[in-house]
């Protein structure tokens, strides 16, 4: 449509704008007519104008990338974190340093401290073990049962339970606990102390005492809380080497940081400006071809009287994209296991560029 209506228009230039005489007629200065045909000479004459554009795309290979790491230091108070992920950072720059990777490279894009309550067990010279005893012995009247209570009370056990067994109706238990630490003293302790009740229960008339089972426990570990502080740097690294993505990894796995897995892939700006100017003259040499094309044979192209390049294309980055085919995927397994990191050949970056020009339309002067 935009192809007809040019045409269209240029078969009504005659209509549109006078021949030479008529410019005399319209006061037309003779210094812009020297002017022309100083650029033009006697033979020609500018009689309009004709726009047009042309579309055209260069493709580019990515020369950037970007990924981030992130180091989680912890410590027993908030400086002793801080100073550990101060120190561990400090170690990968100076390594980047030899691979002439400066701090115009790197930007902290996240910065975390936190504090958390660690449950941990005791050391295992605070473990404990419990020595049991199951005692049974006969009780005729509720006499000797309350002065049994009262025997046992001062060693505070309160619980005495019938034994339910057959023919045994007036058999009693209960049960004699020691606390060491140590399973020999624990017994140790535990046999003392039945013979101390033994003799008290004795003194009231209870001899019919006698051992029914026993055993040994260590007693669960104990955890104590402990507050521990946590530090997370995230730095973002950016280069244009991305021969140097596999040894920069394989060193953040080595001081136990978690590469994350966002790398992406873009063109840098100084090389977009580049190509974008080196393909500006051969674009102007098809958009003046296209005009030429279009024109009625009676016109000639003049000089362009004004020209603009627009460039469009997606953000300069590149992301994973499971679908290609043509990818050369591998993987490198941080050392926490807890994360992939995909390294990928990045597609070719594309510039669509649209070039707008309006030029002088040129007409033979009719000589008489």
């Given at each position: 449509m935009k192809k007809t209506f040019i045409l269209i228009l240029l078969l009504n230039i005659s209509t549109i704008f006078p021949s030479q005489a008529n410019y005399n007629e319209l006061n037309v200065s003779n210094s812009y007519l020297e002017l022309q045909q100083l650029k033009y000479g006697k033979d020609l004459i500018p009689v309009g104008q004709i726009n047009s554009s042309i579309i055209d795309s260069i493709k580019l290979k990515p020369d950037t990338v970007e990924f981030s790491i992130t180091l989680e230091t912890e410590g027993a108070t908030p400086t002793e974190a801080s100073d550990l992920n101060v120190e561990t950072m400090k170690k990968l720059k100076n390594y980047l340093n030899t691979l002439n990777i400066t701090d115009d490279n790197l930007v902290t894009i996240d910065y975390k401290n936190r504090v958390k309550t660690i449950a941990k067990e005791n050391n295992q010279e605070d473990n404990h073990y419990q020595a049991f005893l199951n005692i049974v012995l006969t009780i005729d009247d509720n006499d000797s049962f309350i002065n049994l209570n009262k025997a046992l009370d001062k060693y505070n056990i309160n619980d005495i339970s019938q034994l339910e067994e057959e023919k045994l109706t007036n058999y009693y238990l209960f049960q004699i606990t020691a606390v060491a630490n140590s399973e020999s003293k624990a017994k140790e302790d535990l046999y003392q102390k039945y013979t101390n009740i033994a003799n008290?229960?004795?003194?009231?008339?209870?001899?019919?005492?006698?051992?029914?089972?026993?055993?040994?426990?260590?007693?669960?570990?104990?955890?104590?809380?402990?507050?521990?502080?946590?530090?997370?740097?995230?730095?973002?690294?950016?280069?244009?080497?991305?021969?140097?993505?596999?040894k920069i990894i394989a060193k953040a796995q080595e001081?136990?940081?978690?590469?994350?897995?966002?790398?992406?892939?873009?063109?840098?700006?100084?090389?977009?400006?580049?190509?974008?100017?080196?393909?500006?003259?051969?674009?102007?040499?098809?958009l003046t071809t296209k005009v030429q094309r279009l024109m009625a044979k009676q016109y000639v192209v003049g000089a362009p009287i004004s020209l603009e390049i627009q460039s469009r294309?997606?953000?300069?980055?590149?992301?994973?994209?499971?679908?290609?085919?043509?990818?050369?995927?591998?993987?490198?397994?941080?050392?926490?296991?807890?994360?992939?990191?995909?390294?990928?050949?990045?597609?070719?970056?594309?510039?669509?560029?649209?070039?707008?020009?309006?030029?002088?339309?040129?007409k033979k002067v009719e000589q008489n």
């Open positions: 008290d229960l004795k003194n009231i008339g209870l001899t019919n005492v006698s051992i029914k089972s026993s055993f040994v426990r260590q007693i669960d570990t104990d955890k104590i809380n402990e507050q521990r502080y946590f530090i997370n740097n995230t730095l973002k690294i950016k280069i244009n080497r991305l021969d140097l993505i596999g001081l136990k940081m978690k590469v994350n897995n966002d790398i992406s892939y873009s063109v840098s700006p100084e090389a977009i400006q580049t190509a974008v100017k080196e393909h500006e003259t051969l674009l102007l040499n098809q294309y997606p953000e300069a980055i590149y992301e994973r994209n499971n679908s290609s085919s043509d990818q050369m995927m591998f993987k490198m397994v941080s050392m926490k296991n807890y994360s992939n990191v995909d390294i990928y050949t990045p597609p070719e970056y594309e510039i669509t560029l649209t070039l707008s020009g309006s030029f002088e339309t040129l």
